[in-house]
């Protein structure tokens, strides 16, 4: 298995269980890799691979996330882009997010400053869309936060309802929303 999928296999997990609930049982498990291989790729354990993990996942936010909103086509069409890109990101809703579970309990505190580092580029990538199509930039901060808390909230309100349907009809709106 490459880095690539290892560090896929263990976000799923992640994503699955919360950082309390991931245990190195738990990624051995879903990699087929016991203990000793690991600790040979991640050193300093768990902590070290979600910290792995939050790094993929600001990288991937940039491609996918920030790169359509960039760009010389028209804002309404960005953001559709961004849209459709949230929905692969999310597999259409049924992926949990990760700055959502591992911004509580134990890992608060050891990855609070990389998920504000990754909401604020978000944010501030949005708003500035927003900005360049014509809007006030303190209103276009305001629906920048605004769609990301739909878009994170309709994630926990898919998860505990299973099933997609408050993120597929956020994301559908987005571009009225913004």
């Known amino acids: 298995m490459s880095k690539d999928q290892l560090i896929a296999q263990i976000r799923h997990v992640f994503r699955q269980h ?3 609930g991931t245990s190195l049982s738990k990624i051995s498990e879903a990699t087929g890799l016991g203990r000793a291989s690991l600790y ?3 050193p300093k354990g768990k902590e070290e691979m979600a910290a792995t ?3 993929r996942t600001y990288s991937d936010l940039t491609e996918y996330l920030l790169k359509p909103l960039q760009g010389e086509a028209d804002p309404v069409e960005r953001i559709r882009a961004m849209g459709e890109a949230l929905k692969r990101f999310y ?3 049924h992926f949990s997010c990760l700055t959502d579970l591992l911004s509580i309990g134990e890992a ?3 990855f609070q ?3 504000r580092k990754m909401l604020s580029a978000w944010i501030t990538a949005l708003a500035t869309l927003l900005v360049e ?3 006030d930039p303190e209103v276009a901060l305001q629906r920048a936060e605004d769609a990301i808390i739909q878009i994170e909230g309709a994630l ?3 998860r505990c309802f299973g099933n997609t349907n408050s993120f597929q009809r956020v994301i559908a709106n987005l571009p009225k929303t913004l």
């Open 53 to 55: 993990v939050l790094d």
């Open 156 to 158: 926990v309100v898919s």
């Open 18 to 20: 919360g950082y309390e």
């Open 40 to 42: 040979h790729h991640f």
């Open 91 to 93: 597999n259409g809703g």
């Open 113 to 115: 400053e990389p998920i």
């Open 108 to 110: 608060q505190s050891l």
């Open 133 to 135: 199509a014509g809007q």
